[in-house]
């Protein structure tokens, strides 16, 4: 009688895979947090799958102000445009809007407080939380506080 045996994905084949979605030669991306950690870095890992946060002012785009797009560091999503880009002091990137579709929201209630934790709508990624109504001269009135971890830029 044959058996079948059923293997895990090799972390060469997930990193093809997780290549071909970058260049958007396939839709797939990684599901279990084996897959996760096969193609993001410790840190990118903690930040965007554990939802942790880095240190304020040590973030790449920070104080960044090139030109382009602002995509998901775990699976490729548009996620904001520069011209969003606004610097709020706050020590890390800050956005007034993302790209129509690319952002889901939710309530977080972590830290003994009421915030809107925002996610890569593709991959459910954590980017930052979203700020209203600290008086910030933006079109929506909105502050994005994006770890830059969870970014990758493009340049136009």
């Known amino acids: 009688m044959n058996k079948v045996r ?8 997930v ?5 071909h979605t970058m260049t958007g030669a396939s839709k797939a991306i990684p599901q279990t947090e084996s897959e996760w950690r096969a193609v993001l870095t410790p840190v990118q890992f903690a930040v965007l799958r554990e939802k942790a ?12 102000d090139k030109e382009g797009i602002y995509k ?22 800050a956005f007034y809007e993302g790209l129509p579709g690319a ?9 003994g407080m009421e915030r ?8 459910g990624g954590h980017l930052g939380h979203v700020f209203k109504g600290e008086g910030f001269k933006t079109p929506t009135d909105e502050r994005h506080c994006v770890n830059s971890i969870s970014l990758k830029f493009n340049e136009e």
């Open 53 to 64: 946060t880095e240190r304020p002012h040590t973030g790449e785009y920070n104080h960044f």
């Open 15 to 19: 990193i093809r895979r997780y290549k």
């Open 72 to 93: 998901c560091a775990g699976c490729g999503n548009p996620i904001y445009k520069s011209s969003t880009k606004f610097d709020s002091g706050c020590g890390w990137p």
């Open 6 to 13: 059923f293997l895990r994905p090799s972390v060469s084949a």
């Open 116 to 123: 809107t934790e925002i996610m890569c709508a593709k991959c």
């Open 103 to 111: 952002i889901r929201r939710e309530t977080d209630t972590s830290h």
